[in-house]
T-cell receptor
Framework: GNSVTQMEGPVTLSEEAFLTINCTYT??????LFWYVQYPGEGLQLLLK?????DKGSNKGFEATYRKETTSFHLEKGSVQVSDSAVYFC???????????FGTGTRLQVFP | KAGVTQTPRYLIKTRGQQVTLSCSPI?????VSWYQQTPGQGLQFLFE???????NKGNFPGRFSGRQFSNSRSEMNVSTLELGDSALYLC?????????????FGDGTRLSIL
């Protein structure tokens, strides 16, 4: 079946460091891919999305590219801030469904 | 535009009781999905409703049920509560066109079973 694998956390970085959170997926067909972020005590906020191969999603300095050849959707940011500290979830949505399959989440901690 | 609203934010129940959670989607959204979030199992899909009909269902026991009203608002019911049902229950809405439109989440209802 469809699945998403994320790198284990926590990821601990100093402010202005480069961030990469790895995400790979297994899916039949052509899923849409998403990154969501969850701050303490809140629900999930959409960070970015990509709906087809080679699409690049971007938002608030974060980027991820839909790589079909490596079945990956790695999240990157060139310079993290303390306010980026949160849990990040990679997710896929199978074609023609509204069902999201999530990875286990990666906690990011950024220190000043 | 108002976001997805879930009520109540917190609930405390005891084993064997039942509970009903409510979700109001973003105006114009016709699809509502429910997810359970726990530290052990992560985020798991419960079910999706579209135009008052269940369109997709996850692997949860029949104690978990839901419905959707004509105004797209949705309720989720859990009967005969068990300790393992303690979780954050998240509702998400989307237009429902299934064209890669993202789902938008509420802040969740945290259910604690004593």
């Amino acid at each position: 079946g469809n699945s998403v694998t994320q790198m284990e956390g926590p990821v601990t970085l100093s402010e202005e460091a480069f961030l990469t959170i790895n995400c790979t997926y297994t899916a039949t067909g052509y899923p849409s891919l998403f990154w969501y972020v969850q701050y303490p005590g809140e629900g999930l906020q959409l960070l970015l999305k990509a709906t087809k191969a080679d699409d690049k999603g971007s938002n608030k300095g974060f980027e991820a590219t839909y790589r079909k050849e490596t079945t990956s959707f790695h999240l990157e940011k060139g310079s993290v801030q303390v306010s980026d500290s949160a849990v990040y979830f990679c997710a896929l949505e199978s074609y023609n469904t509204d069902k999201l399959i999530f990875g286990t989440g990666t906690r990011l901690q950024v220190f000043p | 535009k108002a976001g997805v609203t879930q009520t109540p934010r917190y609930l405390i129940k005891t084993r064997g009781q039942q509970v009903t959670l409510s979700c109001s989607p973003i105006s114009g959204h016709r699809s509502v999905s429910w997810y359970q979030q726990t530290p052990g199992q992560g985020l798991q899909f419960l079910f999706e409703y579209f135009s008052e009909t269940q369109r997709n269902k996850g692997n949860f026991p029949g104690r978990f049920s839901g419905r959707q009203f004509s105004n797209s608002r949705s309720e989720m019911n859990v009967s005969t509560l068990e300790l393992g049902d303690s979780a954050l229950y998240l509702c998400a809405s989307s237009p429902g066109s299934r064209e890669g439109q993202p789902q938008h989440f509420g802040d969740g209802t945290r259910l604690s079973i004593l």
